[in-house]
């Protein structure tokens, strides 16, 4: 039995790039999903990253019954502390310098919907930033505007500069999608990877 199309439920240029690399011929759509309502009361970062994941993907479930859907999010955390997209390069430079010095975690959870059942899982990552001045900050987000990232950088570009380790399983996941195991999951339901 075919396992159905492939729909990302996103719009992220991000994940999309990421899925394209497996080479499965997919879809994006919007998930409409209000993601402050989504969250609930949920304040534990990987639990608000798995449930916004889940709630994507069961939004365009709903829509697309027989497709296998993809949903995935990313919360980035300083301790219990979620740090969001900053949107503006003020704000990015300053959550830089929160992050400066320290390390802090970055949650990207995945889910797979697919004829009623879910999969899912989180990717944790940890990553410990180098001592960074404003200067050296502000600098940065001017040659890379990762306004649109959790955290403030962009680790697939310069944002690697910013630096002194990572921690994680699957380098991935950092820029939105751990491809390791979706590529895995992606099998077992019948999707030819590669």
Known sequence: MSPGPLVLASTSSYRR????????PFRCVAPGVDEALARGSEREPAAIAARLARAK???????????????????CALG???????????????QLLRLAGRSHRLYTAVAIVHRGGCIAWVEETILAMRV????????YVAADAPLDCAGSYKIESLGIALFER????????????????????LRALGHRVP
């Open 57 to 75: 993907a069961e939004a365009v479930a709903r829509r697309e019954p027989d497709a296998v859907v993809l949903g995935s999010d990313q919360v």
């Open 80 to 94: 219990d502390e979620v740090l969001g997209k900053p949107g503006t390069a003020e704000r990015a430079v300053a």
């Open 166 to 185: 990572v921690v994680a399983e699957d380098a991935t996941a950092i820029v939105g999608l751990p491809l390791l195991r979706t590529s895995r999951e």
């Open 17 to 24: 790039a990421l899925l394209e690399r497996l080479r499965v």
């Open 132 to 139: 960074l001045d404003a200067e050296e900050a502000a600098r």
